[in-house]
């Protein structure tokens, strides 16, 4: 959802909102102990190198939509 956010703010730097998900997701594993927030911690890291590697397609799409002006209705 935060990447999300992030891919819907038009002119949001992609990387800028990549690597704030994967500093969101990190902190949220610091809740758990021991092999619950190694096994987070690597699912965090596998997630970034997704959307970071995989992720143009939704960035641009969302962009696309975010950065339309329109006019009010009257």
Do not use: W
Not at 1 to 28: E, H, R, S, W
Request: net charge negative; with cysteine; glycine share 10%.
């Amino acid at each position: 959802v935060i990447n999300d956010i992030g891919y819907n703010t038009c002119g949001k730097p992609k990387q800028q909102t990549d690597d704030q998900f994967l500093a969101d997701m990190l902190a949220a594993c610091q809740c758990l102990d021991g092999l619950k927030r190694s096994e987070c911690t690597t699912l965090a890291v596998l997630y970034h190198r997704g959307v970071t590697s995989g992720g143009e397609g939704a960035f641009g799409d969302a962009q696309d939509k975010a950065c339309v002006c329109e006019d009010p209705p009257p």
